[in-house]
């Protein structure tokens, strides 16, 4: 994943000849595919008719008699572009952006000027209507050509790639190599190996396909969420994480992972120092830090307040405006995407659907457009500093899967565009200082299923409720999902550091800041009689009132019957409480299971979890942060579909389908120590072994 560049001892006529045979070579491997390229040239054509036409509307000294000379000009003004803006981006490569855009505006002068004397019908009145009319057509050219390669993924990190060669080009090569990871959230190990059989991820099957990675799974104790997989994965320990949500009673607490405050919370209590980016790493896009130096929307570090970071931070992303143009357009075709394909699921009467809005639409192109480009660009810039780990969670397959289904259209659309960042990644890493070796992997799986209120007309708080005194009140936690704090993310991060970056997020309205932000933690509001705090199809009660863990016996005398209610419902198909004796009990609608002692009566309650379930139920009730109950949403037999108690038909948390079924895929000379891993800290523990693999391979 590495070439070989220039000598930082040749003479200086060699090194630059050595630079722009680079610059050919790159332009030649990043060009747009032989049907991109015939439908831009008849767009671009298009384009450059249509913005002459308005050129020489608003100008009184351009005109353009007839539709033949508007073709003509137009075809000789494509040519004209065209070939500066490759000579011109190709060798003022290494300088400002500006520079080649300035020189551009004169050969755009240049240009109109020579259409008044060689096109029969164009007239040019003057060097200043020249000037004028060169202005505005730089800026319709800019507009309608981001336009046409909107949707061209190489097209746009090229640009990127070869300023950030030309920049690094003296650079030393190093041989050792580095560790790059990308996470796709929420993507389990069957359906990402149906979706190469299916030929939906191209880059990833070609690997498999190919040798160069072998694919396997690992498994995700409970509870299966973002928090505590991440926190596994990049810090090696992820105990007290109860799930994506969870109340601790001695502070009074809601724990959110979504919630910049919570997130820098969890870090600080698990963070030992030696977490996976330890060694000036990166994280990108996750939840917490693995002890990066410097991190990139990392929801751990955006709390107001936070430091800075280097000047690094967005200078590549930021460079142009079209960047904006191309984000916005992008977008907004998301936006007109997701409202079609919703209105299309409720016209097929799919099910199981849920009401998906204007406002989702929104957050799924933030989340599956503005933040898997912004974050491959960080990865890109962080490849060609020659970081040693490099960590990018992708989350957008696992928000929109969340809302559809996981195995849905749309959700898979989402996965495409994800292998197709992949593809740009592995392109870039050709020619960056520092080998890198591509780990991809999942932090759990996720399961489609009915809610619990879809089921049965009421949420789980009203049938807990129902069973308590009227007095006591109950409130259900499910209202922030991951996905819902990507605006914040984003507008923070445009509000670091000094330059553009902060600029623009001071310009930012104010709701933007507060996208999708939640109830803040600290308020002095007094806390509910009861919290239901639910993950997926994994849900914890927690009696506020009472300090500590209560037991079944001590539940059973203050709320008669609830126990027994909970255990009965069809929509629950495990309860676990803890007995005055310290055992964990398991209760189902026709039977029990002990997990201390091992003694059974009746049917087991866990038999539709699948193989390990006891285990993971014995794991999660040790948690200090574990409910006075933990209920499991009911699996059904004959669909494999969870019933999930967050209003989402994907979903993940609990145990039941592949929500617990990860991969990791891996180069074939990097073996797996355990086959398959158990547990996120196993994963830790792995990477960290490869990298002590590759510093003893290749030394430092």
Known sequence: MTAEVGSGHAPAARHWLALYRLQVRLMWEWRPTRLAIVRRTVLSYLGACLALAITAAVLPGLKVDGPVPLLLAGLLLLAL???????????????????????????????????????????????????????????????????????????????????????????????????????????????????????????LGQLVRDGEST?????????????????????????????FRWYEKASARLMVANHPEDAAEIVRRISDGAGLLADDGASIGNLVTGDAPRSYLTMATIAEGAPSDDGRRLRGFLATSV??????????????????????????????????????????????????????????????????????????????????????????????????????????ARYTSRPYRLIVLSDHGQCLGATFKQRYGQALEAIISAQLPGTMSVVGTTDAVESAGIGRRMAAEFGRGSG??????????????????????????????????????????????????????????????????????????????????????????????????????????????????????????????????????????????????????GSHGGLGGWQTEPFILCPVDLALAENPPLGAPAIYRQLTAWQAQLEGEHGR
């Not at 164009?122 to 336009?147: K, P, Q, Y």
């Not at 890109?380 to 849905?408: N, Q």
């Not at 009660?541 to 001590?554: C, D, N």
Request: aromatic content about 6%; glycine content about 10%; overall charge negative.
């Open 81 to 203: 572009d065209s070939s500066s803006a490759v000579v011109l981006h190709g060798l003022l490569v290494g300088l400002p952006i500006f520079v080649a855009q300035a020189l551009g505006l004169a050969v755009q002068f240049l240009a109109v000027l020579a259409l008044g004397r060689v096109v029969p019908g164009v007239r040019v009145d003057g060097d200043a209507t020249a000037l004028w009319g060169a202005v505005l057509l730089t800026i319709l050219n800019s507009l309608f050509a981001e336009l046409v390669a909107v949707s061209d993924d190489d097209s746009y990190y090229s640009v990127l790639v070869r300023r950030l060669v030309a920049r690094n080009f003296r650079r030393a090569q190093e041989s050792q190599p580095g560790l790059l990871v990308v996470q796709i959230d929420g993507l389990s190990l069957p359906i990402l190996r149906e979706a190469i059989r299916a030929g939906r991820v191209p880059v």
């Open 215 to 243: 694919l396997h799974p690992w498994v995700a104790l409970l509870p299966p969420t973002t928090p505590a997989s991440q926190a596994g994965i990049l810090h090696g320990r992820n105990d007290d994480i109860a799930g």
């Open 323 to 428: 960047n904006y143009l191309r984000l916005l357009v992008l977008m907004a075709g998301e936006v007109a995407k997701e409202l079609y394909q919703a209105e299309s699921q409720r016209g097929r009467s799919v099910e199981p659907r849920m009401r998906r809005d204007l406002h989702y639409a929104v957050e799924r192109a933030v989340t599956n457009i503005a933040l898997r480009t912004v974050s491959t660009a960080f990865v890109i810039e962080e490849m060609y500093c020659g970081t040693p780990t490099i960590y990018v969670d992708y989350t957008g397959y696992d928000a929109i899967a969340h809302h559809c289904g996981p195995e849905r259209q749309e959700a898979i659309d989402a996965l495409q565009g994800i292998d197709r960042a992949v593809g740009s990644l592995l392109k870039a």
């Open 500 to 649: 553009l970056g902060p600029l623009v997020a001071r310009l930012l309205p104010s709701a933007l800041r507060r996208f999708g932000r939640g109830a803040q933690p600290g308020t002095t509001v007094a806390p509910p009689d009861v919290v239901v705090a639910s993950s997926g199809n994994l849900a914890h009660v927690y009696f506020t009132s009472q300090p500590g863990r209560m037991t079944g016996e001590a539940i059973e005398t203050q709320y008669p019957g609830l126990i027994e209610t909970l255990a009965r419902h069809p929509g629950i198909g495990a309860l676990l409480v803890r007995s005055a004796a310290g055992h964990a009990l398991v209760l189902g609608p026709h039977g029990r299971i002990d997990l201390t002692s091992g003694q059974s009566d009746g049917s087991d309650p866990l038999a539709d979890y699948g193989p390990g379930a006891a285990e993971n139920l014995q794991h999660l009730e040790g948690f200090t942060t574990a409910g006075d109950l933990i209920l499991l949403g009911a699996v059904d037999r004959v669909s494999g579909e969870v019933t999930g108690f967050e209003e989402l038909v």
